[in-house]
């Protein structure tokens, strides 16, 4: 679980902004989604293999350019 502690004199936006950085370097909100609904296991694999896939053809745009 996340937790940030307010300082003295610390506003509430900034709080609040280093609150979601956090959540979202923990990957909390991901988890979450991920656990909202069943995923079998073959659609696990088609989704991670659609992912590589799409860093793989990332890859090489970006040292094509290079």
Known sequence: MV???KKKGESVESLLKKFKRKVK???TLQEF????HF?????RRK???KAAQSR???EHR???LI
């Open 56 to 58: 793989t053809r990332t």
């Open 62 to 64: 970006q040292n094509e």
């Open 25 to 27: 370097n923990e990957g």
């Open 33 to 36: 989604r991920s656990r909202e």
């Open 47 to 49: 989704r991670e293999k």
């Open 3 to 5: 937790r940030q502690d």
């Open 39 to 43: 995923e079998k296991p073959s659609e």
